[in-house]
């Protein structure tokens, strides 16, 4: 039996430690560790709720604006203020471009190394790669001279030694399976990527002021002003017109590079649509609404969770059956730690408990994470794009079902290829695919609105302290990039008295609850096999099928602000 660590996990946003027991090549038990404390829950205490969205969405500098959401959802929740329905458009838009951006970034930045080795892309055929490219794609960028090009970018820093990102991978581990051709072409769009990502986000600067961290929200609605003959005005024809231009370069972009790409190499890894399972259990808190915040049933991403791998029916979701649990976190509740809590009653008091760092293995039968364990009817879930995608595929929406069969299709796989290490990567280019369609729609809504003299993006209504009551309590939510995010709020004498998060990579990277249970990374490296135990690729490649952001979970230095590190494999 050998034990694998892997800290910190790299390529994410936040410190993840992973440790996994190996027996005859593959994994047989596995735990998840956040390795730092956040304490934006604490920090909020006693401030004015109409703030808490600035102070939450600096929970994390990755995933920007969607702690903001969530925020200005629970407290309009709380206060029962509903949004003017340009100002749900304009959060559709913000959300819904961030989704196309996020989901590019981690597939060509994030993840692509796992299954590219860059090396290669050195001894491949540019006039080969070409002809690759153009048997997949009709991608403009599909030239000899332009992969040529790409080839010698990429020479030119091995010979400078140089490699920068591209330095410490595990290349030419047995596990890399792509031609030199494919990985050329991969490299190509690495770097075109960068280019992309950069422009699109733009709708963020349009709308927002700003990216990351987004400036223009306000409880109640937006400050985005809405005029037709004001050149000033954030939202007026030239920056629809903007707008639409920048949405159709995405929908070019994710059609024509993002899902070629994706399809192109999982057909070098088929035996990843059998790998990295998991828990079979889904949920999304759905999203965008159409109408009112209130209707779920109106959301344009249905609210639903499955069990047990069953596509035949989509439950329903009540945020009152979430708890979170520490029996296997370094925080204490008041009563104990073997049962779970509420949101509502939710308690930030860490106490850590561990061994003092470096140390060699976590504490896996006593407390061993920084994140909690939430659960959902008691039960752990997985989140994220492939969670949101089953629920949509099976609750029958048109376009996700148009999209999934689609892939599914070119792949020669069933549905239940889905509930994979490939199958995340792929949901997660479908979702891309199905929301920069949506970004063009809504941008178009706005501007038909605003050619009609609509012009409210903001409802007044109870912004004055002194009309709210004495105490209240909301839930806010978003499905955020990598799933579910929750934010509840309690307010009394107008102010906050408890507030509490529980993010995506907190649902699927959590330990075990009181019962024993994995949380979905945990669960999802069971049976992997691993070719090489000093070069974890393998437990890599499912890791970052999540795209952990542990930043939004976890955070801290100690008391004399010194970090630690223990070596990266052990």
């Known amino acids: 039996m050998a034990r694998i660590v892997i800290d910190p996990v790299t390529r994410i946003e936040g410190h993840l430690r992973i440790e996994a027991e190996v027996n005859s090549g593959a ?9 730092m404390f956040r304490g934006i829950e604490l920090i909020l205490r006693g401030r004015d709720p109409r703030e808490a969205w600035v102070w939450t969405q600096r929970i994390c500098g990755v995933c920007t604006t969607v702690h903001a959401l969530a925020s200005v959802r629970a407290v309009e929740d709380a206060l029962g203020i509903e949004v003017p329905e340009n100002a749900s458009l304009i959060r559709n838009i913000i959300a819904a471009s961030q989704y196309v951006q996020d989901h590019v970034i981690h597939f060509y930045h994030l993840h692509a190394l796992d299954w590219v080795d860059v090396t290669l892309a050195l001894k491949a055929d540019p006039g080969k790669t070409s002809q ?83 400036q223009t929200y306000l409880v109640g609605g937006m400050s985005t002003a809405m005029d037709p003959n004001e050149p000033q005005a954030t939202i007026n024809p030239e920056r629809i017109t903007l707008l639409a231009e920048l949405a159709s370069k995405a929908q070019a972009f994710v059609d024509q590079v993002y899902i070629p790409d994706v399809l192109a190499v999982a057909g070098f ?45 989509v439950h329903p979701v009540d945020p009152a059956n979430v708890t979170e649990y520490v029996t296997h976190s370094w925080y204490q509740y008041a009563g104990g730690d073997q049962n779970g ?10 106490q850590y408990t561990g061994p003092k760092p470096p140390f060699e ?76 369609g949506q970004v063009s729609k809504w941008v178009a809504e706005l501007g038909d609105k605003l050619g009609h003299g609509d012009l409210r993006v903001h409802n007044g209504e109870k912004w004055d302290p002194d009309t709210w009551p004495k105490e209240a309590q909301g839930f806010g939510f978003h499905e955020a990039p990598r799933g579910s995010l929750g934010h509840w709020v309690h307010i009394e004498d107008k102010k906050i008295t408890n507030y509490q998060c529980v993010v995506p990579t907190t649902w699927n990277a959590g330990p075990r ?49 010194r970090r630690y590190t223990v070596p990266w494999v052990s």
């Not at 035996?271 to 889904?282: A, I, Q, S, T």
């Not at 376009?399 to 069969?405: G, M, P, S, Y």
């Open 269 to 313: 890894y088929r035996d990843w649509f059998e790998r990295g399972e998991g828990l079979g259990n889904f949920l999304s808190y759905g999203d965008y609404p159409l109408g009112g915040i209130k209707d779920s049933s109106r959301f344009y991403l249905q609210r639903g969770a499955i069990f047990n791998h069953d596509l035949s029916k």
């Open 132 to 214: 690759l490219a153009e048997s997949i794609s009709p991608w403009p960028k599909s030239s000899r001279a332009y992969f040529k090009a790409i080839q010698d970018r990429v020479k030119a820093l091995v010979e400078s030694k140089q490699l920068s990102l591209f330095s410490s991978g595990y290349w030419g581990h047995p596990a890399y399976h792509l031609p030199p051709e494919a990985n050329l072409l991969a490299v190509a769009h690495y770097v075109e990527a960068l280019e992309f990502q950069r422009d699109y986000i733009r709708i963020h600067a349009v709308l927002g002021g700003k990216n990351p961290h987004l």
């Open 361 to 436: 293995h976590l504490e896996i039968d006593q407390k061993y994470s920084w994140l909690k364990a939430p659960r959902y009817q008691d039960q752990a879930m997985e989140v994220g794009p492939l969670s949101r995608m089953l629920i949509a595929y099976a609750s029958g929406h048109p376009e996700v079902k148009a999209a999934v069969d689609g892939i599914l299709a070119k792949l020669n796989a069933p549905a239940t290829a889905l509930f994979s290490t490939l199958g995340r990567i792929a949901a997660r280019a479908i979702e891309a695919h199905v929301m920069a």
């Open 341 to 350: 809590k509420h949101p509502y009653q939710g308690e930030t008091s860490p």
């Open 27 to 35: 994994v047989s038990d596995a735990w998840s560790s956040g390795t």
């Open 513 to 561: 609850d009181a019962k024993g249970q994995r949380g979905a990374y945990e669960a999802s490296l069971l049976k992997t096999p691993i070719a090489d135990p000093e070069r974890p690729l393998e437990i890599l490649r499912t890791i970052h099928s999540f795209d952990p952001c542990l930043a939004c979970a976890v955070h801290v230095v100690d008391g004399q602000g």
